[in-house]
């Protein structure tokens, strides 16, 4: 019983893993208190259910056995059509949504949300839906969530512009999470505190985010892609990895390297890849 209890009291760093889940967004990031925090849910077209295939099974292999906080920076199936698939299988303590997708709005977005919202855990316990306001800050135990940047209210014309870009803090360390925010939303997070460690480059790497002014800003060690391999769109966008490159700004994709792992353990953010190994300092 002893050697079985052992791990449970060993030092966990602060870790994030960008998962693998094609053209989409998921990460998961365990504190050094072992709560478990999720940034999106990746989401395809058709019968697969990225929550059930790939995140329930990988936070089964973590030993988790609930979500302290699931964030969905927007509705977009790609990041949020793996949510109910999660939400089915382990208890989550509160969700935290942009404003427009709680707004009830009859974008595509919102649907996704609403399948999520239907489920027993949230009918019964609104309070821990958390709508995402600018600067707010959500604080876990010894880990906060500040809000940098979020939408109050629909903007039609293209959901991207609905996404929240959320700054995760554990310890001396940071990551930022864009969604899929363009270069407009960028601009008014820059004018904040964004300086991070890792940054989770914005919509897979698209030329419509990523601007040099919010590079210069949020100035990470580390940039991460999620992006499918061999994707239709492109991503992630030459122009992009070259304002990247010129800023010094190492980059881990998921398209090239699978699941991506970052550690912080005291050397600063070390990543590895699941497809191959890497050491960044």
């Given at each position: 019983?002893?050697?079985?209890?052992?791990?449970?009291?060993?030092?966990?760093?602060?870790?994030?893993?960008?998962?693998?889940?094609?053209?989409?967004?998921?990460?998961?990031?365990?504190?050094?208190?072992?709560?478990?925090?999720?940034?999106?849910?990746?989401?395809?077209?058709?019968?697969?259910?990225?929550?059930?295939?790939?995140?329930?099974?990988?936070?089964?292999?973590?030993?988790?056995?609930?979500?302290?906080?699931?964030?969905?920076?927007?509705?977009?199936?790609?990041?949020?059509?793996?949510?109910?698939?999660?939400?089915?299988?382990?208890?989550?303590?509160?969700?935290?949504?942009?404003?427009?997708?709680?707004?009830?709005?009859?974008?595509?977005?919102?649907?996704?949300?609403?399948?999520?919202?239907?489920?027993?855990?949230?009918?019964?316990?609104?309070?821990?839906?958390?709508?995402?306001?600018?600067?707010?800050?959500?604080?876990?135990?010894?880990?906060?969530?500040?809000?940098?940047?979020?939408?109050?209210?629909?903007?039609?014309?293209?959901?991207?512009?609905?996404?929240?870009?959320?700054?995760?803090?554990?310890?001396?360390?940071?990551?930022?999470?864009?969604?899929?925010?363009?270069?407009?939303?960028?601009?008014?997070a820059a004018a904040r505190a964004v300086r991070s460690d890792v940054l989770k480059v914005s919509h897979h790497g698209s030329r419509s985010s990523s601007c040099p002014e919010f590079l210069a800003g949020?100035?990470?060690?580390?940039?991460?892609?999620?992006?499918?391999?061999?994707?239709?769109?492109?991503?992630?966008?030459?122009?992009?990895?070259?304002?990247?490159?010129?800023?010094?700004?190492?980059?881990?994709?998921?398209?090239?390297?699978?699941?991506?792992?970052?550690?912080?353990?005291?050397?600063?953010?070390?990543?590895?890849?699941?497809?191959?190994?890497?050491?960044?300092?």
């Amino acid at each position: 019983m002893t050697v079985l209890a052992l791990p449970r009291f060993q030092f966990q760093p602060f870790t994030v893993y960008f998962l693998d889940v094609g053209q989409g967004d998921c990460a998961v990031a365990v504190t050094p208190e072992r709560e478990i925090i999720v940034v999106d849910t990746g989401g395809l077209p058709g019968q697969y259910d990225t929550g059930e295939r790939i995140l329930v099974p990988f936070l089964r292999w973590l030993g988790a056995d609930k979500v302290d906080l699931l964030i969905l920076s927007h509705g977009h199936l790609d990041h949020a059509g793996g949510a109910a698939g999660l939400s089915h299988w382990f208890p989550i303590s509160a969700l935290a949504l942009p404003a427009p997708d709680l707004a009830g709005t009859d974008g595509f977005p919102t649907k996704k949300v609403a399948k999520v919202l239907r489920l027993e855990q949230f009918r019964q316990n609104r309070k821990i839906v958390y709508k995402m306001q600018t600067n707010q800050k959500i604080c876990k135990k010894k880990s906060i969530i500040q809000i940098v940047e979020a939408p109050t209210e629909y903007k039609e014309g293209g959901e991207n512009e609905n996404s929240g870009i959320v700054r995760l803090v554990s310890g001396p360390y940071s990551v930022l999470f864009t969604g899929d925010a363009t270069g407009e939303e960028e601009l008014r997070a820059a004018a904040r505190a964004v300086r991070s460690d890792v940054l989770k480059v914005s919509h897979h790497g698209s030329r419509s985010s990523s601007c040099p002014e919010f590079l210069a800003g949020v100035s990470p060690r580390l940039g991460v892609i999620s992006a499918g391999r061999g994707n239709r769109f492109g991503h992630p966008h030459r122009e992009v990895l070259e304002r990247l490159d010129g800023l010094g700004i190492p980059v881990a994709r998921t398209d090239t390297g699978g699941a991506i792992k970052v550690v912080f353990d005291g050397r600063g953010p070390v990543w590895y890849s699941y497809r191959w190994q890497q050491d960044f300092f």
